[in-house]
């Protein structure tokens, strides 16, 4: 089955220092992968991504995603954070393995900005 | 366009009580997902139609969920006699057919159940 795992639950970060949020994901088969955003009282909304295409993925926000094959990564970057970046940011998974069309999400990692 | 809407935004229940969420998806759309989101964690599979076919349920959907897509187009998640385990918040997503398992999901905004 596929899963993935996304390192610290929180995140916190300086406003114009580099963003780096961490998943890791576990398949059998090439992944579909996604970052999806939920800023606070609002609904979760895709930011990028990965359909075995080009392995560097640009999201929406400055946001970019490399889909790392022998590393099992995703990892997420903003070279520089603003404020309004403050969120949760989810890592998603989906494909054939995980048994139709589902996706399978990670726990999400909390982003703090600081001024 | 409007989205993904879902209602009601926010029920609050007693133990044992009934409760209905309705969610509709955009309408081009022929896949229609529900989801739980508890507290710090991401949100959890629970069910999903292709059209009015229900063509998977999460072992975490005990026999007092039930969802329907009887047309197609919105759906309903009925719980039954709930439990204060119930509590969450849920999120109806739609997506259209596309690249085998590329799905894009749409959110809504989410129904939070509170039970009492």
């Known amino acids: 089955a596929q899963s993935v795992t996304q390192l610290g639950s929180h995140v916190s970060v300086s406003e114009g220092a580099l963003v780096l949020l961490r998943c890791n994901y576990s398949s059998s088969v090439p992944p579909y992968l996604f970052w999806y955003v939920q800023y606070p009282n609002q609904g979760l909304q895709l930011l990028l991504k990965?359909?075995?295409?080009?392995?560097l993925v640009k999201g929406i926000n400055g946001f970019e995603a490399e889909f790392k094959k022998s590393e099992t990564s995703f990892h997420l970057t903003k070279p520089s954070a603003h404020m309004s970046d403050a969120a949760e940011y989810f890592c998603?998974?989906?494909?054939?393995?995980?048994?139709?069309?589902?996706?399978?999400f990670g726990a999400g990692t909390r982003l703090f900005v600081k001024a | 366009d409007t989205g993904v809407s879902q209602d009601p935004r926010h029920k609050i229940t007693k133990r044992g009580q009934n409760v209905t969420f309705r969610c509709d998806p955009i309408s081009e759309h022929n896949r229609l997902y529900w989801y739980r989101q508890t507290l710090g964690q991401g949100p959890e599979f629970l069910t999903y139609?292709?059209?009015?076919?229900?063509?998977?349920k999460s072992r975490l959907l005990s026999d007092r969920f039930s969802a329907e897509r009887p047309k197609g187009s919105f759906s309903t998640l009925e719980i039954q006699r709930t439990e204060q385990g119930d509590s969450a918040m849920y999120l109806c997503a739609s997506s259209v057919s596309g690249l085998a398992g590329a799905n894009v999901l749409t959110f809504g905004a989410g129904s939070r159940l509170t039970v009492l």
């Open positions: 990965y359909t075995s295409a080009a392995t």
């Open positions: 998603a998974v989906s494909g054939l393995n995980t048994g139709g069309f589902k996706t399978i």
């Open positions: 139609f292709q059209n009015e076919a229900q063509l998977e």
